[in-house]
Structure formats: structure tokens, C-alpha cells
């Protein structure tokens, strides 16, 4: 009883935050503007042009996930090993860059990569091509791999120092060279960091906007464009509700899937 | 440890009276949650609340007002016309004067969320430029009853005069010549992007048809393969700093991007463009609607709004104004536009809801193309 009291302050929070929020989102995304019931805007994320901004967004959020996954790994298994100091300020480098507004971080980006930007002029100082990938999907799929990185080597280098170093040893006194050290405990023991570090990045870079917008020159449309599109300038709030609601359902499909595999919850030691 | 607090707590208050603070503490967040966003009240009289574009005065007026008038001056700014509409419609904000574009206007106008400017109060509005306020007339203010004119502008092409020879820029088709592929820039905003495929092929920019929006939208998605970016306000830096060669702007960014690269110049198409005013209202509900005169009246002064010419560098459609000005900067074509250019230039019309969704449908269409 006492416990539950001391929830209380929370719960209210959680309900004008997020329960309210959501009971509105799903009342205009199934009225149309008179506010009368229809399906409607649900059924519109299989117009094609939604269709293809969704394909767009899993594609390039798909990518940029393996991307952050292959980089991570290997990363948070250096910072494992790594007897630099105290480990923790490794990380604390590691999480400094989160400090600033990430669209300060993607806004930078621009600007390097912009056309006659800082690597465009070493590229063209050292001779070699110009390679333009401003607005381009490789540049909004760097932007991702930038932002949500971090979101990645935390919950895997949290699961891999959880690992007990007499493991690692029990493995190599049966003779395992280090590669199967890694494949056979390791990998695995780190599978439920793996999975939130999945659920972190793969769910903000499939729902972004800003990084397509600012990125992508405005010449790339994801579904987070089209849903922004719906509330700020096509003032269609319910179209944009009803399209939101059908990212509601991705998201929670994939955090059910990725759940499972994530039993000891890395994802809340963020 | 939390467990011995917990004894340790629970030894010193009863816990009917811990549990009754925390409810208290509790529903006193939710209620100041509220007051923050009801807080609707009139306030004090010596106040007058503005609800404009950011960055849309120049603050020493603002503070001038104030010291003149002893008024307080409550400014909220937004970034798009679409993102004022709802707070007006919903009453989300009270205000006493806001500052809509033409469309907007007559939407406001037509929902009744306007009321009538009285002008025996405002008498400033002499110095207000006939064509401007015949423009307003024309369209979304008939008998100018709702609006009094505070910015004007047109949007045109900007070139660098360096990569592109001057005078080759003359009508929007040239924004479809292959040579600048890579090298343009469009504006990122959802009627004023489609204004350019309507004009290429002479059609209203306001054109409710779909066949008409069809042909516009299929020439733009054919050029989009040209366009190195989407860009609003950062498109005259990036003319400035020369990562593209020409682009669709403002007429009021002229001045400020030719003193810093003094190689750029602007044209009005041949086949006409959008012109855009940008008004003072005030809404229905206002609290305070003297002050909200006494603002509208102040802001009309020439002096004034040669202050803020000098800010924005918008065309400020204060004759009175524009003749205090270097006459360099008086007789520029590309700042105070000449009648004649623009006789084939309409401002926007708000449309309804059917056809804006149209507009929208194919907006989309449009965006998300990669040919």
C-alpha cells in the first residue's frame, strides 16, 4: 500500500503525458474533420506514395541499424578490454557528444558535408572526386549511424561487462582461440544489450524526420516526413494521427520481438 | 538502505498522513500543469499580446512602443501561417493582434475570427501604398475591412551572375535547362513549390483542377532530378556562399544577400510569380483592442517602418517610408517591384479543404518522387 503511494506523482505524470496524448492521437486518427468515425486515414498508409516513404524509412532505418550494430560491437568490446584509466570515462567520453541537441550535431553535418564544405575541400585538395553525398540517402543514413550510435555501444557494453571475466578464461583453458571466444560466449551473453541497442536505434531512425529533412535536402520523403508534413503545413491532423497510429503498430511489433530476447532489461539501465 | 529509510520514515509519520501529502503534492503539479496552459486571463490593461512571424519586428521598435505608449508588449512568434491557424481557431492563445499572410486572412476572415479595424483609430494607414491595399481588395479583403498591409514580397529567381550570364535568366522554364543540374535550389514550402510548375504553364496558382495541378506536378517531377536542395531560409546563404547557382526566393532577401556577394541578382519571371502580404489583424476575442489599435497605428508611423525595412529588408509597403530610403534602394526593381511586373502575379487564395487536400496529395506525390 505505502509503495503504491509513492507512485502516485508518477502515475498522474504518466497519465497527462502519455495516456492523454495517446486517447487524443488515436480520436483523430479514426474521425475525419467533421469528427465523425472512418477508417480512412488508417487505410491511407497503403496510398502508394505513403507506402513508398514507409519502404524508404524501413529500408534506411534497417540499414543504418546493422551499420550502428557492426560498429558497436567491436567498439564496446575495446572499451571492455581497455584498462585506459578508469573505464568509466572512456564511456563518459563516449556520451559527452549526447550532451549537445543532436539536431545541432546533424546541422554540423550539413555543413561538413555540403558542396564545397570541409570534405568536399579535401577531397578536391588532395585531387581526388568530388564525392557529393549531401541529400543523398547515404547522407541521412549517416546522420542516423551518427546520432543513434550511442544508443547502441551503451546497452552492449553494459550486457559485455556483465560477462564474468573467469567465463572468458574457462573458455580459453578448454582452448578456444579468441575468435571463438567471441562467437561462442561472448556474442551470445551479450544478446540482450544487442537487442535493446536494436530497439534504440531502429525505432527512432524509422520514425525520424528531422535528420531526412535537414540531410536529405528535403528531396527525400520518409513516412516521419509525410506525418510531419500532415500536422505542420496540410493543418490534416487526422490523416497525420491515423498514419502515426500505423508507426505505433511497427514500433510495438518490433519491441515485441526484440523483448523476448531482452530478458534481463539493458534498455532500462539507460 | 532504502529499506531502513523506510522503517526509519515510517517510525516518524503515520502513514495516512504520508500518503495524504503525496496526493496533495500530487494534484498541486497537475493543477500548475494546467494553470501553465490555461493561463487565458485578461491580465492587466496596460498590455497588448502579438502573435507574429518570428523575428518579424525589429526588437528596438518593439522597445520604443513600450517606452512611448507605456504599453507592455506580449509577443509569441510561429514559423508557418498553418501552425498560427489552430491556436487562433481553438481560442488556444488569446491575442490582440497577430500577423497572417493573405490566405490566411481570408480563412480567418471567413470563419469569423476577424473583427473590422475601425480606422478613425488607426490614421497611419494613409501612408499604406494604394496598390497594396488593391491587391488586398482584390482578393482576400474585399473593401479592406479586415487587414492593414505590413509586409509585401515577391518570389523570383536568384542567379549568380558569375556562373550565369546576366540576363539569361528571364521565365521559370529556365529552371528545367539541364545545365543546372545539381546547382538549383527550390523553395520547401507546399504552395509556393507548386506555384512554379502552375505558372510554367500559365496557369493560376490558385487553380483548383486537378489536370492543371497534374501537368504542374509532372513537369516539377521531371526537374527534380536538376535540384540540389529544398531550402527556405537557408537558400540565400547558400547562393551567398556559391553551393548553388540560382534558386527560387524571396525578393526580400535581395539586399542582404547582394551585400555580401554582390554578384547575385534577382528576376521576376515573365510569366508572372506569387506575391505574398503579410497583414495585422485582430481577432475577434481580443482582450485589449485599443492597444492592439495603438500597435497597428504605431507600426504604420514612416519612421517606423523605415526601422523596420532596415531590419527585414522585406518591401514594406509604407510609401511614406520608401521615400526616406537611399534612392538606390527606393528605385530598386527587385525590392519595390514595379506595377507592371506584376500583372501576371497573384497572391495566394485559400481554397477549402477538398482542395487543399488535393494540393497536398500531389505535394506529396511530388516530394517523395526519385526519377
Known amino acids: 500500500m505505502k509503495r503504491q503511494a509513492f507512485a502516485l506523482p508518477f502515475i498522474l505524470c504518466l497519465i497527462a503525458s502519455t495516456v492523454i496524448p495517446m486517447m487524443m492521437v488515436a480520436y483523430y486518427g479514426f474521425t475525419d474533420r467533421s469528427g465523425s468515425f472512418t477508417m480512412a486515414n488508417i487505410l491511407s498508409v497503403f496510398q502508394p506514395v505513403h507506402l513508398k516513404a514507409l519502404g524508404l524509412a524501413l529500408g534506411l532505418s534497417l540499414i543504418s541499424t546493422v551499420v550502428c550494430l557492426l560498429l558497436a560491437f567491436p567498439l564496446a568490446l575495446i572499451l571492455r578490454d581497455s584498462h585506459l584509466g578508469r573505464r568509466g570515462f572512456i564511456v563518459f567520453i563516449f556520451i559527452l557528444p549526447m550532451w549537445m541537441n543532436f539536431m545541432l550535431r546533424t546541422m554540423a553535418w550539413q555543413v561538413i558535408l555540403e558542396r564545397d564544405g570541409i570534405v568536399d575541400s579535401l577531397l578536391n585538395f588532395i585531387h581526388l572526386p568530388h564525392a557529393q553525398i549531401i541529400n543523398t540517402p547515404a547522407a541521412i543514413v549517416l546522420g542516423m549511424v551518427y546520432d543513434f550510435l550511442p544508443f547502441m555501444v551503451l546497452p552492449i557494453y553494459n550486457s559485455l561487462m556483465k560477462i564474468d571475466d573467469s567465463l572468458i578464461e574457462a573458455a580459453r583453458d578448454l582452448g578456444a582461440s579468441s575468435r571463438k571466444v567471441i562467437s561462442s560466449v561472448l556474442l551470445p551473453l551479450s544478446v540482450p544489450g544487442i537487442a535493446s541497442g536494436i530497439t534504440m536505434v531502429f525505432i527512432p531512425s524509422l520514425t525520424t524526420f528531422v535528420i531526412s529533412n535537414i540531410l536529405g535536402g528535403g528531396k527525400i520523403y520518409l513516412i516521419g516526413n509525410i506525418i510531419e508534413q500532415e500536422f505542420t503545413t496540410s493543418a490534416n491532423w487526422n490523416l497525420g494521427s491515423g498514419i502515426s497510429l500505423v508507426m505505433m503498430l511497427f514500433i510495438l511489433g518490433s519491441m515485441a520481438v526484440l523483448q523476448r530476447l531482452d530478458k534481463s532489461g539493458e534498455a532500462e539501465l539507460l | ?371
Open chain 2, 1 to 371: 538502505m532504502s529499506g531502513n529509510m523506510g522503517k526509519g520514515l515510517r517510525g516518524l509519520v503515520p502513514r495516512r498522513i504520508l500518503l495524504t501529502i503525496f496526493i496533495f503534492g500530487a494534484l498541486f503539479l497537475v493543477l500548475l500543469f494546467l494553470g501553465l496552459f490555461l493561463d487565458n486571463g485578461r491580465g492587466s490593461e496596460k498590455e497588448v499580446r502579438v502573435y507574429s512571424y518570428g523575428d518579424y519586428v525589429d526588437p528596438a521598435v518593439v522597445e520604443d512602443f513600450e517606452k512611448e505608449t507605456g504599453i507592455k508588449v506580449i509577443l509569441d512568434t510561429f514559423d508557418t501561417n498553418e501552425e498560427m491557424y489552430p491556436v487562433i481557431k481553438n481560442h488556444a492563445g488569446v491575442y490582440d493582434v497577430i500577423c497572417p499572410s493573405d490566405y490566411m486572412v481570408e480563412r480567418l476572415r471567413k470563419e469569423g475570427l476577424l473583427q473590422k479595424i475601425d480606422y478613425s483609430k488607426i490614421p497611419n494607414v494613409k501612408y499604406i501604398g494604394e496598390r497594396y491595399l488593391k491587391i488586398a481588395d482584390g482578393s482576400y479583403d474585399p473593401g479592406n475591412q479586415y487587414s492593414v498591409p505590413y509586409q509585401f514580397g515577391v518570389a523570383g529567381i536568384m542567379y549568380n551572375t558569375k556562373k550565369i550570364p546576366k540576363g539569361s535568366i528571364t521565365s521559370w522554364s529556365d529552371l528545367w535547362n539541364p545545365k543546372y543540374r545539381g546547382k538549383m535550389l527550390m523553395q520547401d514550402s507546399l504552395r509556393d513549390t507548386l506555384m512554379v510548375g502552375l505558372k510554367l504553364h500559365g496557369h493560376s496558382l490558385n487553380s483548383a483542377r486537378e489536370a492543371d495541378l497534374k501537368e504542374a506536378v509532372d513537369s516539377l517531377i521531371d526537374q527534380k532530378k536538376l535540384v540540389y536542395k529544398f531550402a527556405n531560409d537557408s537558400a540565400r546563404d547558400l547562393l551567398i556562399g556559391g553551393s548553388a547557382d540560382l534558386g527560387v526566393v524571396w525578393n526580400g532577401e535581395v539586399l542582404y544577400s547582394r551585400d555580401l556577394n554582390p554578384d547575385l541578382d534577382f528576376v521576376i519571371p515573365k510569366e508572372g510569380t506569387e506575391l505574398f502580404v503579410d497583414n495585422w489583424c485582430i481577432p475577434e476575442n481580443a482582450f485589449h483592442k485599443e492597444n492592439a489599435e495603438k500597435w497597428i497605428n504605431y507600426l504604420c508611423r514612416p519612421e517606423v517602418a523605415k526601422k523596420n525595412f532596415d531590419y527585414l529588408t522585406y518591401t514594406t509597403p509604407n510609401e511614406a517610408a520608401r521615400k526616406m530610403l537611399p534612392a538606390e534602394v527606393r528605385n530598386d526593381p527587385a525590392i519595390f517591384v514595379p506595377s507592371s511586373a506584376l500583372e501576371k502575379s497573384e497572391v495566394l487564395r485559400e481554397l477549402g479543404s477538398e482542395a487543399n487536400d488535393l494540393y497536398s496529395r500531389y505535394w506529396k506525390m511530388y516530394k517523395s518522387s526519385n526519377k
